[in-house]
């Protein structure tokens, strides 16, 4: 069994904050885990805007807390985001996140992570990428 504590992971490097300062994650199960996929804790700072497009994975991202909005770029549709919303980018779907407030997101990769990904100039992860040494 792995048993982990958020409060405890987040003063390791498990913590990643992302360059752009739009977001940090801490990334409580990797791919060195052996699980076939990735769990991470993301908060997404208030105010931020941006695009993504997980080209090499799918995400489910549930909101724990806070308020904000997913649009589809290929059909413009905007889908509000709330406590208890889940969205699945299923079909690799390029898309744009809107936090309105902090927002807590509870978030499920496949491929897992290795660890110390941030976001390429597409709003993607690369396949390899360096683990995390604890
Ligand atoms: C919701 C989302 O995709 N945020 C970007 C960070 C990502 N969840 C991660 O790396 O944990």
């Not at 779907?93 to 499920?108: G, N, P, Q, T």
Request: negative net charge; hydrophobic residues 35%; glycine residues 6%.
């Amino acid at each position: 069994m792995i048993v982990r504590n958020l409060s405890d992971a987040q003063s390791t490097t498990r913590r990643i904050v992302s360059p752009d300062g739009n977001w940090e994650s801490t990334r409580l199960l990797l791919k060195s885990d052996n699980m076939g996929f990735s769990f991470h804790i993301t908060t997404i700072y208030a105010n931020a805007a941006f695009q993504m497009h997980y080209q090499n994975h799918l995400e489910s991202v549930y909101c724990i807390s806070g308020e904000g909005e997913v649009e589809t770029i290929a059909d413009g549709t905007r889908y509000p985001i709330h406590p208890g919303t889940l969205y699945v980018l299923d079909q690799h779907d390029k898309h744009i996140l809107r936090a309105f407030s902090e927002m807590k997101m509870a978030c499920v990769f496949n491929p897992p992570l290795n660890g110390t990904e941030v976001h390429n100039n597409e709003g993607a992860y690369e396949l390899e990428a360096d683990a995390i040494t604890l």
